[in-house]
């Protein structure tokens, strides 16, 4: 199951914020790591289609270990591929449990809605997620708390986040719902980084705006903004 869940939305926007001379593209392995993370879930339904469930379960985990495996041998970064390769054995588990070929995208479905409701949650306790993440990644600890403006580009931010996973859960809940299949497939890669290079977006926009008002209060060195 390669739909982004909440805490590998996290993951990527600490990488994000370690690395922030890379792009968006970049930290998601490039135009290979997007290709890699849309196979599993277009094999599983064309497989699907064409010999059933059997055969759908059987080809996304082939092409996930196979994805895992170039990568080891080409000594490239296998943890974005481990990740994959784990979140299709579960997704292919539940659907052969339940002998329903819908069933591989629901932990996607319901992992969306629980970051949804996190993220609202986070803001509402005015700790907003993507300030917490963001600043706790660059090792500027929580000193943007200290001032309500740069709160607000956080909470802005946060919420932004929370419609995307939000919008998942809503459209793939409803595809599940009619179970139309192909068309979950879609959705996941659609809804995808797709959707989370916007969220990413709207961070970086909320990062650079609280550094610039903390660094003319004083409450950031120049060198760290």
């Known amino acids: ?36 993370s849309a196979l599993p879930p277009v094999v599983f339904v064309v497989a699907n289609n064409v010999g059933g469930l059997k055969a759908g379960v059987a080809a996304a985990l082939l092409v996930a270990l196979g994805i895992a495996v170039q990568r080891l041998t080409r000594r490239e970064s296998i943890q974005p591929a481990l990740g994959g390769l784990f979140g299709v054995a579960i997704a292919a588990g539940i659907s052969w449990y339940t002998g329903s070929a819908k069933d591989f995208f629901l932990i996607g479905i319901w992992a969306s809605l629980a970051g949804a409701v996190a993220f609202v949650l986070s803001v509402l306790l005015r700790w907003p997620l993507a300030g917490l993440i963001w600043n706790s990644a660059t090792g500027k600890g929580t000193v943007w708390r200290e001032d309500k403006r740069s709160r607000l ?50 961070v970086a926009w909320a990062a650079r705006a609280s550094n610039k008002r903390l660094k003319a209060m004083g409450l950031l060195p120049a060198q760290r903004a």
């Open 1 to 36: 199951m390669q739909t982004t869940s909440p805490q590998e939305a996290a993951s990527d926007m600490q990488t994000a914020g370690q690395r922030k001379q890379k792009s968006a593209l970049e930290q998601a392995g490039g135009t290979k790591g997007l290709v890699f």
């Open 153 to 202: 580009y956080y909470d802005i931010a946060t919420l932004v986040l929370a419609a995307i996973f939000g919008a998942r859960f809503a459209v793939q809940q409803y595809l599940y719902q009619a179970d139309e299949v192909g068309s979950l497939g879609f959705a996941k890669i659609a809804m995808g980084y797709p959707l989370l290079a916007v969220g990413f977006l709207a």
